[in-house]
């Protein structure tokens, strides 16, 4: 019983002090652009570990690669889950490209604009061009890492194949090396998005068995080891189906 009441009360404390956040991260989105740097970023990031923590989920960062992270790098995972929105900037520094409709989603999406989200219609081959290339001259001409999903959206707790080749093509033009994060939720059906409503998976989540979230990162991938974007795309997916079959299956 007493043990009951400390985890209510820890949940509770946990979805105040994410109230009080969101709150400082919204008002402080309406200052200039210039004016939003490394502290906002900062907050952003803190501000999705308290998330993450708020809906009791235990996140475990697996450091499978063998040699340190790149100074630059274009960050992909597999995508089962809406808890990668929060759970991968908590991680890891990176700017996410997001699908156009979260930049109108209330409170979040004005902060997600505000910490240099990137955005694209899926649905449409202009945007995705126009958001490559935006990718591109930002990877050229900052020193930034860039965070995509080659599923090409959230797609369920099985690898989505074929794999887009957006990813690979950035990383062969750039030059800049691919960090792989395999994510595995052990309660993968309270988990796995299947366009419930968000509010409706995030209960799921809050409420799931297991709380436990495994995020296994490997070895930057050289894009000069690979003559196309085919051929490096094919490489990256043959891992991931490899990673599934030890993960998941």
């Known amino acids: 019983m007493i043990l009951s009441l400390l985890s209510l009360l820890r949940t509770l404390i946990g979805w105040i002090d994410l109230a009080v956040l969101t ?28 998330f993450v ?19 630059q790098y274009i960050l992909i995972g597999n995508h089962p889950s809406a808890l990668e929105d929060i759970g991968m900037p908590a ?8 699908k156009i409709e979260v930049k109108d989603w209330w409170i979040v999406g004005r902060i997600s604009k505000a910490v240099g989200t990137y955005y694209v219609d899926r649905e449409s081959k202009d945007s995705r061009q126009n958001a490559s290339e935006e990718l591109k001259q930002t990877l050229l001409s900052q020193h ?28 062969i033009q750039t030059g800049v090396p691919i960090v792989p994060v395999f994510l595995h939720y052990e309660a993968q059906a309270d988990f796995e998005w299947q366009h419930q409503h ?52």
């Open 198 to 249: 968000l509010l409706h998976k995030l209960w799921m989540i809050l409420t799931a068995q297991n709380h436990r979230a495994n995020y296994y990162v490997y070895d930057a991938i050289d894009p000069k080891n690979f003559p196309s974007k085919e051929a490096f795309c094919e490489h990256i997916q043959k891992l991931y189906l490899e990673w599934q079959r030890r993960y998941l299956d």
């Open 23 to 50: 709150l400082f991260l919204y008002l402080f989105s309406f200052l200039p652009k210039k004016m939003l740097g490394t502290w906002y970023r900062l907050c952003y990031r803190y501000w999705s570990m308290v």
């Open 53 to 71: 923590r708020a809906l009791r989920v235990e996140l475990y960062l697996h450091q499978k690669n063998h040699q340190p992270l790149p100074s």
């Open 144 to 171: 930034i890492n860039i965070g995509l999903y080659p599923e090409g959206g959230c797609k369920g707790r099985r690898i989505f194949t074929p794999f887009r080749y957006g990813a690979f093509d950035l990383s």
């Open 91 to 98: 991680l890891f520094d990176v700017y996410y490209l997001a």
